[in-house]
Each structure stands twice: as structure tokens, then as C-alpha cells.
């Protein structure tokens, strides 16, 4: 039976299950003190109230997450011996589950879960408890918190090894095991050793839990933790008693027994005297037993199910063999309620053949066989349990491998998960530079993409422009003629050329020079920009040689523009040059008929310029 002074310990472990978030607020001081919760460094109700008061006094009120972790703390400070603390631990859990303010912590809500659980079970309510822990697993696994998976198992493995059912109780536990040795939980990874070592006790295998709780006994000595040593000293006395070994047993009992009145911890030392009593009875020591158990009676309650099960078991058999078979009944009667109400078949089992015995004193023979055979049925219950259970501790042995590497696999999941949570939280600090560096770098890359269009667009403008005139330079010219030329082709619409050059330019040239030629072919590009519509074009595709584009423009209307154009400049005077020469232009026009190429209607444009100079030029010819 598990040492009912584990509470106080227990009670801290959860404390630790609050694996520490990297906060958005510096508060070294405030983490340091959940540290050394979470490390197992505080671990009695007192201390640990005085630790969590101070760690309100440093924190913020708009140090939320903080907050929030000193919520889970207190739900687990409430003194697991003391009725009314125990109800009020599960009120809390209950109101803190509900309050708004922890509806965005699903971890606190899973803790939550598990600290309502821990103190049902302390009350005797063992189907909440389960409830509780199952549901709190099954959240952590979701949330792949492995603080939580680890603490849940662990809680519900030692529930299970109390209740007999030691194939799930090694699940869990084993499981826990490797996640707080992964995790380097050390102080709460011995806590669970502990009750996988009771668990191999109480599954039949003594020696193997007793070389366990040697070992804790000794890393409990050696890190300075005297009362754990003294209450897994207390464990050794029940393995001891199991392998047959009363007087050592005895002995043990008393050096944790003395060792906690000593230090005034009167629950837990009762717990050890309640032991004791049953030791003492293997050994026909029945004043003894009585004396511990007139000891521990003051301080065992009914709320503290085990030990009040086996107290009341211990003074029905003391009653007995002090010939009182009589009075033996009623601590009978109370003894079986409890067993009942924490779900406990190895005590019952014990019980039953208490009572066959106490019948058969008084002469109840009909009673006693019938209490006998519930005895022998539920002894018979429990060997087949007991067979599958030490087939499914086989397969689990086996199955650790596999359940390591998961685990680590886990682990490494939980680990990159923390890393990114620490540094989401971190950058909250510089969320504002951030958004203000983003504007400004947002803004100036709008400018940048601005400025870089339209120098890209000029660039592009430039590229199909001819420097002198500002028209289209004779590769864009040809590139939209060639599109013009398709569009109509494909479309059946009319398209027309007006192919022209400056008469007599060399003349030009030798009589004002390059610079009056440049004045001569610019005056030329910005009287014909006038005379043209929108979705015209004209560029100049060599030296004096310029050609106008014409979209949905038949022959006739195209011959109207040539014409006028021709007739423009020959009544105008460019300026700047001495006498303001009369410059005049020779035209071919040519409209799409059959031509398949565009090149075809120039060619044919082209003959008509020449025709047109041939004839006398200042003239407009049709091919």
C-alpha cells in the first residue's frame, strides 16, 4: 500500500508541470522562484505557499503569461491532509477552469483538469479522478505538451498500481519514466520510480521494487533529501513484509515512523504506524500492532481512504485474536465500505478472508463459507489479472525500446516547439520596430518600384524613340506595322501606308548644313504629329524618310491625309534657317489588298514614293 505521506510531495510535483513559456516580460527574480517548484527544490505545503506569495508580489498585472502560471501553482498548494483544503482545491480547479482569463491558456486548462483529479482521488471519489486524468491526457497528447503527457501518467499509473490494475499502472508509469529522464526531471523522475518500483511490488515481484527503493533511498540521501529517503525507507518495510521478512520490516517501520513524529509530520508518521500494526500481526504481536494502531487513530480519517481501509482491517483482526469476534464487525463493516468506495479488490480480497474467519468465531458457519467463497472467487479474479498483468509487463518491457524512440522522437518535437514559441514570444518586444521598419521599408520600396517603372517606361520609351525627331524610331515603327498589318489582315479591316521624304535634302544639307537638315527633318516630325489622329502612327525609318501608319483607313481617305499633309508643309517655313527655305515632300500610299507580308505593302508604298519623285516631286502617288 503506498505510503499515504507522498501527498505533500505529490502535491508539489504538479507544481512542476508548468513547463516555463519564454515570457514577453524580463522578471528573472519571478523565474528563478517557479524554478525552484518546478526543480522539486520547495516541497512542503508551507514553503511552498510563502513561494508562491512571493512570486505574486513581483509580478505585473499585464504580466499575463506569468499570471497565468501562478494560477496552476496555487491550484496545487492547497494541504492534500486537511479536508477543507481538499475541498477547496477541487472549487478552485472547477472556478479556475471556467474563468475567462484562462480560456487562452489550454495548458493551464489541462493543468487544471489534473489538479481536480488529484484531489478527487485524495477524497475517495476514484471514477472523477479517472475521468480527469483521461481527459487531461488526452488534451496534453493534443497539445504535445510533455511536461503534462508525463505528470498525467504518472498519476494515473500510480491511481491504477493502487487499484490492482497493473498492466495499465506499468504503462503509465514506464511511459512517464523515459519522458522526465528525457525531459532531465530528475527529482520528479524518482518520485515516479518510486511508484513503478510499488507498482512491481504490489504485481508480485518484491525483490525487483526493493532494489528500486534502495536505489531511491540512496539519491535521496546523497542530494540531501532525508524525508523522502525516510518515506521510501517506509516502501523497503513493505517489500520486506512481502518477501517474509516481518522483523526487518518492523525495523524499517519504526526508523520512519520515529523519523517523522520527530519532525512533527503526525499524518504521515500515522500512515507508517498503520503499516506497522499489520507487520506486527504477521508476527502474532498483537499488543504491538494495537499500540500502533491506538497511535496512528487520532490523525487517519475516513477521507484518507487507504490507510483508513487497512486501519479499520488491522483492529478487526487485533478484535479477533483477542477473542472479541463480535466487536470485530463493525470496524469490518467500515473497512469494506472504504475498500469498496476506492475501488481496492486486494484489500477487499484480504477483507473477505478477515471476515470468514470472524464468522466462523461465532460460529456463523453458513456466513463464513459464503464470505470464504467471495474470498476465494476474488482471489481467483485477481490471479488471472494478476497472469495477464505479468504477460502485458512482458510485452511492455519489450515494447520500452519502441516507446523510447517515440518519446524522443516527442521530445525533439517539443523541443523545436518551445524554440519557436521562445522566439514568437520574444520578438513581441520588437513587434512595433518591426512594424514601423516595415512601413518605412515598405514605403521606400514603393518609391523605389515607382522611380524603377517609370525609368523603366522611359528606358522602353527611349528604346523605340528617335532621338532628333521624337518619333518612333524605324524598328518600333516597323514592330507596330507589322502588328497593324496582321490585326487588319486577320480582322478584314482597311489599313494604309503613307511612305514620304524631304525633297531635295542633300540640297538642303550642303546649303545650311547638318544642323539646318536636323532643323528641316524636326520641323517635318511636328507639323505631320499635327495633322495625324490617335491611333496613328509616324516614325522616321531613315535619314529624311519618314512613314505614317494608318489603322481602319481605306485608300481613298489615306490619299485625303497624304495629300494634306504634303500640301501642310508646302505652305509652311521651318524656323531658324536664314531665308526660310520652302521645304516640300514626295508620298507613296499603299492600302492592303492581297499582300501577305507586311513588307509586300511597303514594297509597294516604296514604288510609289519613287514614282512620285520621278514625276516632279511635291507630289502624292497611289501604287
Known amino acids: ?53 512571493q512570486i505574486a508580489q513581483l509580478l505585473a498585472k499585464d504580466d499575463l503569461d506569468r499570471q497565468a502560471r501562478l494560477r496552476r501553482a496555487r491550484c496545487w498548494s492547497f494541504d492534500a491532509n486537511d479536508n477543507a483544503n481538499i475541498d477547496a482545491a477541487i472549487e478552485y480547479a472547477v472556478n479556475q477552469a471556467q474563468t475567462a482569463e484562462n480560456q487562452a491558456y489550454p495548458e493551464a486548462l489541462t493543468d487544471f483538469r489534473l489538479c481536480h483529479g488529484w484531489y478527487s482521488q485524495l477524497k475517495g471519489n476514484m471514477e472523477q479522478a479517472k475521468a480527469d486524468y483521461d481527459q487531461a491526457l488526452q488534451q496534453a497528447y493534443q497539445l504535445e505538451d510533455h511536461r503534462l503527457i508525463a505528470d498525467a501518467r504518472s498519476l494515473r499509473g500510480a491511481m491504477y498500481s493502487f487499484q490492482g490494475n497493473f498492466a495499465m ?118 499488543e504491538d500492532a494495537k499500540q500502533a494502531l491506538e497511535r496512528a487513530r487520532p490523525f487517519v480519517t475516513e477521507q484518507m481512504g487507504g490507510f483508513y481501509s487497512f486501519m479499520q482491517l488491522y483492529s478487526a483482526d487485533v478484535l479477533l485474536r483477542q477473542g472479541q469476534p463480535e466487536q470485530a464487525m463493525a470496524p469490518l463493516i467500515k473497512a469494506e465500505k472504504s475498500f469498496r468506495n476506492i475501488n481496492n479488490d486486494r484489500g477487499l480480497a484480504e477483507l473477505y478472508l ?106 522602353q520609351k527611349i528604346a523605340h524613340t528617335d532621338h532628333l525627331t521624337q518619333l518612333a524610331n524605324r524598328r518600333y515603327t516597323y514592330h507596330k506595322g507589322e502588328a497593324m498589318f496582321n490585326q487588319a489582315r486577320d480582322s478584314g479591316t482597311p489599313f494604309s501606308l503613307v511612305l514620304f521624304d524631304a525633297d531635295n535634302f542633300k540640297d538642303i544639307n550642303d546649303q545650311f548644313g547638318h544642323d539646318g537638315g536636323d532643323k528641316v527633318l524636326q520641323h517635318l516630325a511636328s507639323l505631320s504629329q499635327t495633322l495625324i489622329r490617335e491611333q496613328d502612327l509616324l516614325g522616321r525609318i531613315g535619314g529624311e524618310e519618314f512613314l505614317l501608319l494608318l489603322p481602319e483607313t481605306a485608300h481613298e481617305e489615306c490619299l485625303k491625309i497624304a495629300e494634306r499633309l504634303r500640301q501642310t508643309i508646302a505652305e509652311s517655313r521651318p524656323e531658324g534657317l536664314v531665308g526660310e527655305p520652302r521645304v516640300t ?27 512620285a519623285k520621278n514625276r516632279g516631286r511635291n507630289r502624292v502617288e497611289t501604287a
Open 354 to 459: 478477515l471476515k470468514s474467519e470472524v464468522f466462523a468465531a461465532q460460529g456463523l458457519w453458513q456466513e463464513s463459507l459464503k464470505v470464504l467463497r467471495l474470498y476465494i472467487a476474488l482471489h481467483h479474479e485477481l490471479d488471472n489479472k494478476l497472469q495477464s498483468y505479468r504477460t502485458t509487463e512482458m510485452r511492455t518491457r519489450f515494447n520500452a525500446d519502441r516507446m523510447a524512440k517515440e518519446n524522443q522522437r516527442l521530445l525533439e518535437s517539443e523541443r523545436l516547439k518551445e524554440q519557436e514559441v521562445q522566439i514568437l514570444q520574444q520578438n513581441r518586444l520588437l513587434q512595433l520596430a518591426v512594424l514601423v521598419l516595415a512601413s518605412i521599408i515598405i514605403i521606400i520600396t514603393a518609391v523605389m518600384a515607382f522611380k524603377q517603372t517609370s525609368k523603366s517606361r522611359k528606358f
Open 1 to 53: 500500500m503506498k505510503s499515504y505521506f507522498l501527498k505533500s510531495a505529490i502535491t508539489v510535483l504538479l507544481l512542476a508541470s508548468m513547463v516555463p513559456h519564454a515570457l514577453a516580460l524580463d522578471n528573472p527574480k519571478a523565474d528563478q522562484l517557479f524554478k525552484q517548484l518546478e526543480d522539486g527544490q520547495v516541497n512542503n505545503v508551507a514553503e511552498v505557499e510563502q513561494t508562491l506569495d
Open 585 to 611: 515632300i514626295s508620298a507613296g500610299v499603299a492600302t492592303l489588298g492581297e499582300e501577305l507580308q507586311f513588307s509586300e505593302l511597303l514594297k509597294q508604298a516604296d514604288d510609289a514614293l519613287y514614282c
Open 169 to 286: 499502472a506499468l504503462e503509465d508509469l514506464l511511459t512517464a519514466q523515459q519522458l522526465y529522464e528525457k525531459l532531465k526531471l530528475d527529482y520528479w523522475g524518482l518520485y515516479n520510480l518510486a511508484d513503478l518500483a510499488t507498482s512491481f511490488r504490489r504485481f508480485g515481484d518484491p525483490q525487483s521494487a526493493l532494489n528500486y527503493y534502495r536505489q531511491l533511498e540512496q539519491a535521496y540521501r546523497q542530494s540531501g533529501h532525508e524525508e523522502q529517503a525516510y518515506i521510501i525507507n517506509g516502501e523497503m518495510a513493505i517489500a520486506l513484509e512481502e518477501l517474509g521478512d516481518f522483523e526487518g520490516a518492523v525495523a524499517k517501520f519504526q526508523q520512519s515512523y520515529d523519523y517523522l513524529k520527530q519532525q512533527g509530520v503526525t499524518v504521515e508518521a500515522a500512515g507508517v504506524s498503520v503499516n506497522m500494526a499489520g507487520s506486527l500481526l504477521k508476527l502474532s504481536r498483537v
